[in-house]
């Protein structure tokens, strides 16, 4: 329902904007430094201290003034979202071929009296996890602005996105426990071991530390497009009659929780975006 709300009203824009006298057009292009953020309410143990990530956002846009005082302007741009994880952290079971077959791991730790490894009764480890996500965003604006030849200005309006790429980038060598604690490492039969030799070493024995370097694609985990709403200010600095500069500052936030599956958590995405833009007046 949030979404076709979100579709109605930039249809509506549409509308407006081809109300609006093409001399007054102005379109252009921007670059911006953005700083992405993954956050989610649920305590969810997959999404849970997940700190800020850098990126990219550019863009062009149309702008249509209605008065000396508002306009309305559309943007595609092509955003970079994520965060990023370090630590002891839980490990899915989709990750842990890597480290050979699900059903065997299950099997031996049943020999051991432990429960099976599952998505809500993972193993963990210790290291770097980055969530990069690239979108394709489409925002319309109702913009304020006063002044004239420096001239100020306050934005705000709804946005739709789509998923263009997902990439959980991991790194780091670590022993794999059965606790988030880490203090029950995952164990294998010592190979060696005979009671009658004391120098053979105990009868089970740590699994040595695993590399967690990876790169795996997670676009098929994740909702295809998301909607939410963008607000900003910032400056624009006139050069003439036809052209225009501007520096900007804008936070976004997605209103569409972005897994499918909620046993990985339900995190909506956002960032915050300092531009550089140049506009032409048609």
């Given amino acids: 329902m949030k979404s076709t709300t979100s579709i109605k009203l930039i249809l509506l824009t549409f509308f407006l904007m081809g109300q609006v006298s093409f001399a007054q057009v102005k379109i252009g292009g921007k670059v911006g430094y953005s700083i992405g953020r993954i956050t989610d ?30 306009s ?23 990750a842990l071929s890597a480290f050979g077959s699900v059903d065997q791991l299950n099997y031996m730790l049943s020999l051991q009296g432990k429960d099976p490894v599952t998505d809500s009764n993972p ?14 965003e489409i925002p319309v604006l109702g913009k304020l602005g006063w002044g004239d030849t420096w001239r100020w200005y306050v934005e705000a309006g709804p946005y739709i996105g789509f998923l263009v790429n997902a990439e959980q980038v991991t790194s780091g060598t670590s022993l794999i426990t059965l606790d988030a604690e880490g203090r029950d490492p995952l164990v294998v039969f010592n190979p060696n071991y005979d009671p009658t030799d004391p120098s053979s070493g105990p009868l089970k024995v740590p699994v040595p530390p695993q590399s967690f370097d990876a790169e ?21 600095r006139k050069l003439g009659d036809k052209h225009e500069v501007y520096l900007g500052f804008r936070g976004s936030w997605g209103a569409r929780t972005i897994q499918k599956n909620k046993i990985f958590g339900e995190s909506h995405i956002g960032g915050l975006v300092f531009s550089l833009g140049y506009a032409y007046v048609l």
């Fill in 72 to 94: 309305l302007q559309m943007e595609v741009l092509y955003t970079q979202r994520g965060g990023e994880r370090i630590g002891l952290q839980p490990i899915p079971t989709a």
């Fill in 216 to 236: 795996t694609s997670t676009r098929s985990e994740l909702n295809t497009y998301n909607y939410g709403f963008h607000a900003g200010t910032g400056i624009i």
């Fill in 123 to 136: 193993m963990y480890g210790d290291f770097k996890n980055v969530s990069e996500l690239n979108y394709i």
């Fill in 41 to 70: 309410n649920s305590d969810n143990i997959y999404t849970e201290d997940y700190e800020s990530s850098s990126g990219v956002d550019i863009g062009v846009f149309v702008e249509y003034p209605v008065s000396e005082l508002f």
